[in-house]
C-alpha cells in the first residue's frame, strides 16, 4: 500500500498548457480522501508550490526548485547552494545580453530560472563548460541552472524522512527527463504517455492518456492497490432530530470501523453544488439521508450527477416507499442499512 504519490505539476496535473486539470484534481482529492498523501513536485520555486499545495488541499510534503528545497509541517530544508548558479548566469548574461531570467529568482533559494528564449543545446553545452558545480535542465516550462549535487531524486528522500514513510511507500507521477531520479528514488513510478522515451523506460507503467487525463489514471492505479474505501453522506439541511443523529453516528461508526473513509458531503466542498460534486467525484459510495418527501427534490441535482458518474447511491429514509430510480433501494431503518453487506449493491 502506498501512503504518498510524489507528482510532477506542469504537464501531469494541467490539461496540456498552463491550466489546471479538474479531472486531476478531482482524483487528488480521491486519493487524499483514501488516506494517500499527495506531494507536489516541481521546478516551482518553493512560496509559489506551497500555495499551490494548500489550494489543491495536498498533505504531503513539498519538492521545490527540482529537489533543491523540501518543506513539510513548518519544517523548510535547502539542500544545495545558488552561489554557483548565479555566477553561471553572470557569464550566461555576458554572452547573451538578451537572455531573460525568470520573473520569480528572487524567490529561489538554489535554482536559477531562464526563460526558454534561446537554443536549449547551446545554452546547456556553455553551462556544463562554465562550471562543473552545476547542471542545466529543461523542465519543458523553463530552463534551469541547478547545483548538480541535487536533484528530484535527492529532495524525495529528504521528504520521505520528514513525512516518516520510506521511499518504498512513495509512488512516483511525472512526464518529463528532470522526473528520472525522482522514478529511481520512489518505490513505483509511472510515466505519462506525453513523457519522452528515457522516462518511459525507467517507468515501471506508463499511462494511455498524457497530461491531467494521465495522472487520473495514475491515481486509479494507486488506489486499486488500496483496500479502504470512500463513503459519502450527504443530506438536506434541518435534519437534527435526536434520532437522525444517532443514525448518522452509527453510519459513520459502521464505515470507519470497517477500515473506510468517511466524508460528510453536507461540511465539504463549500456552499456551491459543483464543489460538492468535486468532492463526490471521489466516493465510492453515496449514503443519501431522506427526512421527508421535499428532501428528494433539493437533492435530486446532485444524485442524478452522481448516477450520471456511475458512482452507486444508497438512500436512507425515514419515509416509507420512497424510490424513484434514482437510487439502488432505500432502507426504512438505518440499521437495515448496517445488516449485510449494503456498500457492495449492484447498480440498476
Request: charged share 25%; with cysteine.
Amino acid at each position: 500500500m502506498f501512503k504518498v504519490l510524489a507528482s510532477d505539476f506542469d504537464g501531469t496535473l494541467t490539461n496540456g498548457g498552463r491550466m489546471l486539470s479538474l479531472e486531476a484534481v478531482r482524483a487528488l482529492r480521491a486519493l487524499q480522501f483514501r488516506g494517500v498523501k499527495v506531494s507536489l513536485v516541481s521546478g516551482m520555486n518553493y512560496p509559489s508550490l506551497f500555495k499551490m499545495g494548500f489550494y489543491l488541499g495536498c498533505r504531503g510534503a513539498v519538492i521545490a526548485e527540482n529537489g533543491a528545497v523540501v518543506g513539510y509541517e513548518g519544517t523548510v530544508k535547502v539542500l544545495g547552494d545558488k552561489e554557483p548558479s548565479l555566477q553561471v548566469l553572470k557569464m550566461l548574461k555576458e554572452r547573451f545580453p538578451s537572455l531573460k531570467e525568470l520573473w520569480d529568482n528572487h524567490y529561489r533559494s538554489v535554482d536559477v530560472g531562464l526563460e526558454r528564449s534561446l537554443s536549449k543545446d547551446e545554452v546547456s553545452s556553455l553551462v556544463e563548460e562554465y562550471s562543473r558545480e552545476v547542471r542545466f535542465i529543461d523542465s519543458g516550462v523553463a530552463y534551469h541552472i541547478l547545483d548538480r549535487r541535487v536533484d528530484k531524486g535527492i529532495g524525495l528522500r529528504v521528504a520521505a524522512e520528514l513525512m516518516k514513510v520510506e521511499p518504498s511507500d512513495i509512488a512516483a507521477v511525472g512526464d518529463n527527463e528532470n522526473d528520472l531520479e525522482l522514478f529511481r528514488e520512489a518505490g513505483y513510478s509511472i510515466a505519462l504517455a506525453n513523457a519522452p522515451e528515457e522516462l518511459k523506460e525507467e517507468a515501471d507503467h506508463v499511462t494511455v492518456y498524457p497530461d491531467g487525463l494521465g495522472f487520473v489514471e495514475a491515481a486509479n492505479l494507486v488506489m486499486g492497490k488500496l483496500k479502504v474505501k470512500a463513503v459519502g453522506v450527504d443530506y438536506p439541511e434541518g435534519l437534527g432530530t435526536l434520532d437522525d443523529i444517532e443514525a448518522l453516528k452509527v453510519i459513520r461508526g459502521y464505515v470507519e470501523s470497517r477500515g473506510h473513509i468517511f466524508v460528510d458531503l453536507s461540511r465539504v466542498g463549500g456552499d456551491g453544488f459543483a464543489a460538492k460534486m468535486d468532492y463526490a467525484a471521489g466516493l465510492d459510495l453515496i449514503i443519501t439521508y431522506i427526512q421527508r418527501p421535499a428532501d428528494l427534490n433539493s437533492l435530486q441535482p446532485e444524485l442524478s450527477y452522481a448516477k450520471h458518474m456511475g458512482k452507486r447511491i444508497v438512500a436512507l429514509s425515514t419515509v416509507k416507499a420512497l424510490d424513484d430510480g434514482l437510487f439502488h433501494k432505500v432502507y426504512n431503518d438505518p440499521w437495515e442499512l448496517l445488516e449485510g453487506e449494503a456498500e457492495i449493491l449492484h447498480p440498476r
